[in-house]
Nanobody, 127 residues
Framework: QLQLVESGGDLVQPGGSLTLSCTAS????????IGWFRQAPGREREAVSC????????DYKDRARGRFTSSRENAKNTVYLHMNNLKPEDTGIYYC????????????????????WGQGTQVTVSS
């Protein structure tokens, strides 16, 4: 059974950079498209980035476009979220998730399309 663990969350100053890791066990991660979602306090969980099983990348809307991007390191069964020019509104818990089922090779912004979630890692952007 696929299990995901995020790491790398931290306190960072505005304008700084951070890379989060999502490491899988129980299955080969490059069989799946992997999404990154963010949940700020009192807000819905929203997609910020995704990478397909073949390596096509998506950065979603104004939240992250041009600042966040995903990458894969298949030898380590790990996906990364690279975040640059961080803003206080980027604060939240970041989750990685794998799309399961027959469409697992495709990305999506809808959290309902993902079947396996990590426990999340906290990112705080503050001076």
């Amino acid at each position: 059974q696929l299990q995901l663990v995020e790491s790398g969350g931290d306190l960072v100053q505005p304008g700084g950079s951070l890379t989060l890791s999502c490491t899988a066990s129980g299955s080969i991660l490059n069989d799946y498209s992997i999404g990154w979602f963010r949940q700020a306090p009192g807000r819905e969980r929203e997609a910020v980035s995704c990478i397909t099983s073949s390596g096509v990348k998506y950065d979603y809307k104004d939240r992250a476009r041009g600042r966040f991007t995903s990458s894969r390191e298949n030898a380590k069964n790990t996906v990364y979220l690279h975040m640059n020019n961080l803003k206080p509104e980027d604060t939240g818990i970041y989750y990685c998730t794998a799309r399961t089922g027959v469409l697992k090779h495709l990305c999506s912004e809808q959290k309902a399309n993902f079947g396996a979630w990590g426990q999340g890692t906290q990112v705080t952007v503050s001076s």
